[in-house]
């Protein structure tokens, strides 16, 4: 059986810089926003 090959995709970092008054699970929030649109994560 021949091996899958796997899709190479370009890897791109960026910077997010979040500006305004802290709030409690602010960060918790952005993460899963970024993670729903598929911009993090493995």
Known sequence: M???KKKQ???QICILTV???DKVGIIARIA???A???IIGS
Do not use: F, P
């Open 9 to 11: 995709t370009a890897l």
């Open 2 to 4: 021949a091996a899958k």
């Open 19 to 21: 500006t305004g008054k």
């Open 32 to 34: 899963a926003s970024m």
């Open 36 to 38: 729903r649109a598929n």
